[in-house]
């Protein structure tokens, strides 16, 4: 094998290369026989180059082992870079512009014929990627999320380093204490009977490094959580975990931002603009209808309360004396709905827990919808005028508890912008949102509750509120979310 250590990657090769002699290792991706010549795309970590096996360069017996050539062998190729001939080029390779022309081969390990085309893994049932996981695992998309991955977390490494942090490692093997989940317990040998728990989270022993003085740490940290499955959620996870002491939330959040925007510099090369935008609790839940906004599109919650409280319509009239809320969206160009989309969003709203979903369709010289006839022309005006709706626009609208209507709306948004594209999918859209709930009411317990853990602090403008209003009370609490996905969080302890 010495003779065949490789001096290039075959993504490496670029045009810049023709003339020089090059041994490449991989796998065969893809082969293709036009009778005097083969050609076989070769893959390694770095990506593919095209190389040619041409009898005239390696002579009978090699042709022969070239053809006997199938997807996954994996061999070792010596051989020429040259420029590919013209108006062969591949403009969609980073090598498309260069060939390697063969002139020796060995079959370093044969492969049986796969279970599904390594370059198509995605088109394959799930079981059967999961079956083959290692066949998989050779895929681009995941061989590049991988090592994206690894980026970023070298880059996490590094900016935590150079602002002071210690990377410490805590125990795996813990007492069991309550957390948001139930533990997985492993059974000790040595102690039958007794149970250690995998940690759900570093976080008794991150405050006891705090006490001992370290007073920065971070740790690229496993969490084992048992809970059911969602398409976030799964049994085993990695988190960036931070703690610092002697510090406010301002320091806390000002570090985190430069981390993320360290990060996103560094692996993606995108410079988002700085201070990254902030959003109170309450702010992104009016305007949204979620605390992890996705802020990408508009189409944001308008409040029709006040215009629609004394409406004859009773939906509206009977929110309203019920303490609840009259929200809608508008729907640029929503008015061109066919009455099946119309019922589809209604199904919708309705598996959401709205009573119904009202709309309203805004044409050049009416506004049609099945409840114009119960609201009075000032009432359409004002829902309009209120909506800023033009002519093609689709007004929905949802009436209920505060809760609800918030949540409705806020999933509707979402289900609208991702099937209308109005989310850019190249856009990094950072967000803090601050100012959450200190503590919200129990119904069954008949009391209030911690919204985030009880050790969150409350803002020092609420504390005299703890008393006589604790549901107005706001924490030291901070998310930071991207496109609709919260990144992170934290909170000043008391």
Same mark, same amino acid.
């Given at each position: ?5 490789? +001096?290039?990657?075959c993504g490496?090769?670029r045009k810049?290369?023709a003339?020089?002699?090059?041994t490449l290792?991989?796998w065969?991706n ?8 083969i ?9 593919l %180059?095209?190389?040619v &096996? ?15 050539l ?11 870079v040259?420029?590919r ?6 403009p969609n390779?980073?090598?498309g ?6 002139t020796?081969?060995?079959i370093?390990s ?10 198509r893994a995605?088109e %394959?049932?799930? !079981?059967?990627? #999961?079956?083959?996981?290692y066949?998989?695992l ?6 590049? +999320?991988?090592a ?6 070298a880059a996490?490494r590094?900016?935590?380093?150079s602002?002071?942090? #210690?990377?410490i490692? +805590?125990?795996m093997?813990?007492?069991? +204490?309550?957390?948001? !989940?139930?533990?997985y317990?492993?059974p000790?040998? %040595? ?9 759900q989270?570093?976080?008794l ?18 969490? &084992?959580?048992?809970?059911d499955l ?7 996870f990695?988190?960036i975990?931070?703690?610092?002491s &002697?510090?406010?939330r301002?320091?806390v959040?000002a570090?985190?931002?430069?981390m993320?925007?360290h990060?996103l510099?560094e692996v993606?090369?995108?410079k ?7 959003l ?5 839940m009016?305007?949204y ?5 996705d ?5 944001e ?8 409280s004394?409406s004859?319509?009773?939906? &509206? ?8 809320v ?7 160009g929503g008015a061109?709905f066919t009455?099946?989309?119309i019922?589809q969003?209604?199904e919708?709203?309705?598996?959401w827990?709205a009573?119904?979903?009202?709309w309203? !369709?805004?044409?050049e010289s009416?506004v049609?919808?099945?409840?114009a ?5 000032e009432? #359409?005006?004002?829902i309009?005028? !209120?909506?800023?709706a ?6 929905l ?34 967000l803090?949102v601050?100012d959450?709930p200190l503590?919200?009411?129990?119904e069954?317990?008949?009391?209030? %509750?911690?919204?985030? @853990?009880p050790f969150?602090?409350?803002l020092?403008?609420?504390? @005299?509120?703890l ?6 009370v706001?924490?030291?609490?901070y ?8 990144l992170g969080?934290?909170?000043i302890?008391?």
């Amino acid at each position: 094998m010495t003779d065949w250590k490789r +001096t290039k990657n075959c993504g490496e090769l670029r045009k810049s290369d023709a003339g020089t002699i090059v041994t490449l290792n991989g796998w065969v991706n893809r082969r293709r026989d036009l009778g005097q010549l083969i050609f076989v795309d070769l893959r390694d970590r770095s990506g593919l %180059v095209q190389v040619v &096996f041409d009898p005239e360069l390696l002579g009978a017996e090699q042709f022969e082992l070239a053809e006997g050539l199938r997807a996954e062998y994996v061999i070792a190729v010596q051989g020429k870079v040259a420029p590919r001939p013209e108006g062969q080029a591949n403009p969609n390779l980073p090598t498309g512009e260069v060939e390697v022309q063969a002139t020796r081969l060995v079959i370093l390990s044969e492969a049986e014929t796969p279970p599904f085309p390594i370059d198509r893994a995605e088109e %394959v049932d799930e !079981a059967i990627r #999961l079956k083959y996981r290692y066949l998989h695992l050779r895929s681009r998309e995941l061989q590049e +999320t991988i090592a994206l991955r690894h980026r970023i977390t070298a880059a996490v490494r590094s900016f935590l380093n150079s602002q002071g942090f #210690l990377e410490i490692e +805590t125990p795996m093997l813990i007492r069991s +204490t309550p957390e948001g !989940a139930r533990d997985y317990v492993v059974p000790s040998r %040595v102690h039958p009977g007794s149970f250690y728990a995998l940690p759900q989270s570093p976080q008794l022993f991150k405050q006891l490094l705090m006490i001992a003085g370290f007073e920065r740490y971070y740790q690229i940290a496993r969490c &084992f959580r048992d809970e059911d499955l969602r398409a976030d959620r799964q049994p085993e996870f990695t988190q960036i975990d931070v703690e610092m002491s &002697f510090v406010d939330r301002e320091d806390v959040m000002a570090t985190m931002e430069a981390m993320i925007l360290h990060v996103l510099e560094e692996v993606k090369g995108i410079k988002v603009p700085s201070p990254i935008p902030r959003l109170s609790y309450q702010e992104a839940m009016d305007r949204y209808g979620s605390d992890k906004p996705d802020t990408r599109f508009g189409m944001e919650i308008c409040d029709l309360t006040a215009q629609l409280s004394t409406s004859e319509f009773r939906v &509206f009239s009977e929110a309203a004396a019920a303490k609840g809320v009259i929200r809608g969206i508008n729907v640029k160009g929503g008015a061109s709905f066919t009455r099946r989309q119309i019922d589809q969003l209604s199904e919708q709203a309705q598996g959401w827990g709205a009573k119904g979903l009202i709309w309203l !369709a805004v044409e050049e010289s009416q506004v049609r919808s099945p409840i114009a006839k119960f609201l009075k022309p000032e009432e #359409l005006d004002a829902i309009c005028q !209120a909506m800023a709706a033009q002519p093609g626009d689709l007004i929905l609208m949802v009436a209920g508890s505060y809760e609800l209507v918030c949540d409705v709306l806020g999933r509707l948004r979402l289900a609208l912008g991702k099937e209308l594209g109005l989310m850019d999918e190249d856009a990094f859209n950072l967000l803090w949102v601050v100012d959450w709930p200190l503590l919200v009411y129990d119904e069954e317990a008949g009391r209030y %509750v911690a919204a985030h @853990h009880p050790f969150t602090a409350p803002l020092d403008e609420d504390e @005299h509120l703890l008393e006589t209003a604790p549901g107005q009370v706001r924490a030291k609490a901070y998310d930071m979310v991207l496109n609709g996905v919260e990144l992170g969080g934290g909170s000043i302890r008391i």
